[in-house]
């Protein structure tokens, strides 16, 4: 995960992605779109959301891994909000990338509270 942070090569990390084994690589994803979320900007969210694009066409990673993993994020989303700029607009890029159905994205805003929770379906649905 920190290789593929600090050098941004969306192939460094399906390669990672694909050493794990299936049922952990939602912890992958929800590692990196925690560290893009939280601390990393708009830019890293852009990379993160290239690299979970190029693992769900690739089907390196299902899609309920993928929704798995940003269902652990989006939970907190309220609490993290104050604290950081941006967070709804960030999860949304990423979330693009995933190319999940409108019943898992659906899911996924309806675990958002508050104002986070408009955000996200205003910029996803």
Known sequence: ISSFLSSGDVGAGER???????????RFIHK???????????IMARLVGRLIASVASNEICSSE????GFSKVVEVLD???????????????????????????VGL??????????MLLGLLL
């Open 65 to 68: 891994s993928l929704a798995l």
């Open 79 to 105: 609490v993290v909000a104050p604290h950081t700029t941006d967070v709804a607009s960030r999860i949304a890029i990423m979330l693009k990338g995933a190319h999940l159905n409108n019943a898992q994205l």
């Open 16 to 26: 990672a992605l694909r050493d794990l084994p299936a049922e952990h690589r939602w």
């Open 109 to 118: 805003v309806e675990q958002a509270v508050g104002y986070e929770r408009e």
């Open 32 to 42: 990196i779109v925690l560290a893009a979320a939280l601390r990393d900007g708009l």
